[in-house]
């Protein structure tokens, strides 16, 4: 990893990219250089005034990232952030936000009060920073003070579906036909049970090596809250694990295929000559209503699923159309510098080919007597 210069962190922080990877790599390299405190946060929000909009989010993780993580080792990143913070939701604000942008950043302060990141009357003045967004004073009395509350209610509605306190990953939902009415229970028991979630979040590693020497960074920051891209290995797991969805569940398809026709029709009770074939007709309809329940869950929750993998799939799209159009940016620029190198490397050929060549000047010293030497001298003065 290369040494601490300004201009390359300006360098770093322009490749930076919304995926976790990208934001923790540079995140490590930042707390390694921690001695540069200073010039880093300052330049980290010089920069944040000329990205766009939708990369301040993207900026604002990496912020979280470090702090969170460079506790262990000092105080250093915590003090300087808490210096430009308020200056930083204030600049987000005013860049017309998404309301999905302002949900993230929510709940980021979120998360910064229940660890103790910053003290409350900070975290509230960073909130009320956010949430004004050139409201009228009354509109923006009332936003200031929800923001928590609605962050809170995301998190509610995130934590029945496999979601914790970090935000890596999409929610995923239960194939069992009780998953429904157990996430909805699960949403609605409260604060108690919603708590203590968020207190012991799933941490997890990663090892990185800075200099030869191997660090482990843990990821603390809610990095992947709805609308950001997924990991290509978190959208290739969703993918497999519809393979083995409802839809293609061909067993069950052929048992209902198979259910004998006198469940499904009304002149089957004209025929029922008795109390025992009603029983054995109220037996065969009720298992067919407990197939069909189950399956039509199943498909219910495959709907979601697919509802789900679609906007993580546009997600993922927008990401790779802006690092494609990096990529191609930077590919233009380098090859704007090619094209200006082989320029003077052309004019350095033509200039040595136009060099005269001292092997075919004339000899300057023919026909004439070599000069005197020291001694000669010496010996002609003293005749």
């Keep these: ?10 360098k770093k922080l322009s490749e930076l990219n919304p995926s976790q990877q990208s934001i923790q790599t540079l995140s490590l390299w930042l707390i390694h250089h921690r001695k540069h405190h200073s010039i880093i946060v300052k330049t980290w929000l010089k920069e944040l005034h000329r990205v766009s909009s939708s990369k301040k989010l993207t900026f604002m993780y990496l912020a979280n990232d470090v702090i969170q993580n460079s506790k262990k080792k000092g105080p250093e990143f915590g003090k300087e952030y808490e210096n430009v913070l308020l200056k930083a939701f204030k ?5 017309g ?6 949900h993230s950043l929510n709940r980021i ?35 200031a003070t929800p923001s928590k509350k609605n962050g809170e209610e995301k998190r509610e509605k995130r934590k029945p579906e496999g979601g914790d306190s970090n935000g890596h990953g999409h929610k995923k939902k239960s194939k ?7 996430s909805s229970a699960t949403a609605n028991s409260g604060s108690s049970s919603a708590a203590p979630v968020e207190k012991k979040p799933a941490k997890s590693e990663v090892t990185i090596e800075v200099n030869g020497k191997v660090e482990t960074h843990v990821t603390l920051s809610p990095h992947q809250p709805d609308g950001d891209p997924p990991e290509p290995e978190e ?21 209902i295929a198979n259910l004998p026709p006198e469940v499904s029709e009304l002149s089957a009770l004209a025929k029922l000559e008795d109390k025992e074939a009603a029983m054995r007709l109220a037996v065969k309809v009720n298992d067919a209503i407990k197939i069909l329940n189950d399956y039509n869950a199943r498909l219910a929750s495959e709907m979601d699923d697919r509802k789900k993998l679609t906007t993580m799939l546009k997600d993922f799209q927008r990401e790779q159309q802006e690092l494609l159009a990096q990529a191609e940016q930077r590919l233009e620029e380098y090859t704007s510098k090619l094209s200006k190198i082989k320029e003077v490397q052309r004019e350095v050929r033509n200039h040595m080919n136009n060099l005269p060549d001292l092997t075919a000047l004339p000899d300057v010293t023919g026909g004439l007597a070599p000069l005197p030497s020291a001694g000669d001298l010496f010996n002609i003065h003293h005749h």
């Design 1 to 10: 990893m290369s040494s601490f210069t300004e201009s390359g962190l300006v």
């Design 176 to 182: 069992s036909s009780s998953s429904s009415s157990s």
């Design 97 to 102: 936000p998404e309301e999905k942008t302002i």
């Design 91 to 95: 600049l987000i604000a005013g860049s």
């Design 235 to 255: 959208l290739i797991r969703v993918i497999q694990e519809l393979e083995n969805s409802a839809s293609s569940d061909a067993a069950v398809r052929e048992r």
């Design 109 to 143: 302060l979120n998360i910064w009060g229940e660890r103790g990141v910053y003290d409350e009357p900070r975290i509230k003045e960073y909130s009320a920073a956010l949430n004004q967004r050139e409201k009228s004073p009354a509109a923006t009395a009332t936003a």
